[in-house]
């Protein structure tokens, strides 16, 4: 089976850095998924790690640490716009690639 | 347009009521899924459909009906349902689950059951 947890809610001003932690149990690994979801919208796609380290994509950052069973999403220059649901997904190697979710940390960005 | 849409976006119904809920996309994909979302839980995958034929069913009751007539329409066909069904059933779609992609999802079909 699958363990994912991730802190339920966050809380952070604009401007500001935030990192959301993800951390996984599974038995086979291919890859890590971050989605963005808005209330009352649909999840959104940001990332996607399958070897370790960083991947950088504009104020977005994703690292992997596959050997620790870890993740974060790094939040830079944070918006108003930033406060939404950010939901980690491990997708499992061998047989069927459909990813597993964790239930979201929700995001509150201040001014 | 948006890649993949939902309707209705939101539903009331009774327990004794028949309804459905009905996905597209228009992203030439060839897999796509049902998923329900509750609050406080995480997403739960129900069912998936690869080039029309189902090929995972997430032990999801009977009540819950599925339907796929072709690669860019997916049912949720609705029967007798329990008030703890009430949630946001999301419909996504991917290139297929035998290889990794990320999800497209549609914005979901609020269900209120009474």
């Known amino acids: 089976g699958q363990n994912i947890d991730q802190p339920t809610e966050m809380t952070a001003t604009e401007g500001a850095i935030v990192q959301i932690n993800c951390t996984y149990q599974t038995s086979g690994f291919n890859g890590l998924f971050w989605y963005q979801q808005h209330a009352g919208e649909a999840p959104t796609f940001l990332s996607y790690n399958v070897l370790d380290g960083l991947e950088e994509k504009g104020r977005f950052s994703s690292f992997l640490s596959r050997s620790k069973g870890y993740s974060y999403l790094l939040l830079k220059e944070l918006q108003m716009k930033d406060s939404a649901s950010y939901l980690c997904?491990?997708?499992?190697?061998?047989?069927?690639?459909?990813?597993?979710f964790g239930r979201g940390t929700s995001l509150i960005v201040h001014p | 347009e948006t890649g993949v849409t939902q309707t209705p976006r939101h539903l009331v119904m009774g327990m004794t009521n028949k309804k459905s809920l009905k996905c597209e996309q228009h992203l030439g994909h060839n897999a796509m899924y049902w998923y329900k979302q509750s609050a406080k839980k995480p997403l739960e995958l129900m069912f998936v459909y690869n080039f029309k034929e189902q090929t995972e069913n997430n032990s999801v009751p009977s009540r819950f009906s599925p339907e796929c007539p072709n690669s860019s329409h997916l049912f949720l066909h609705l029967h007798t349902l329990q008030p703890e069904d009430s949630a946001l059933y999301l419909c996504a779609s991917s290139t297929s689950p035998d290889v990794t992609g990320e999800l497209f999802f549609g914005e979901g079909s609020r269900l209120t059951v009474l």
């Open positions: 997904a491990v997708s499992r190697s061998g047989g069927s690639y459909i990813p597993t």
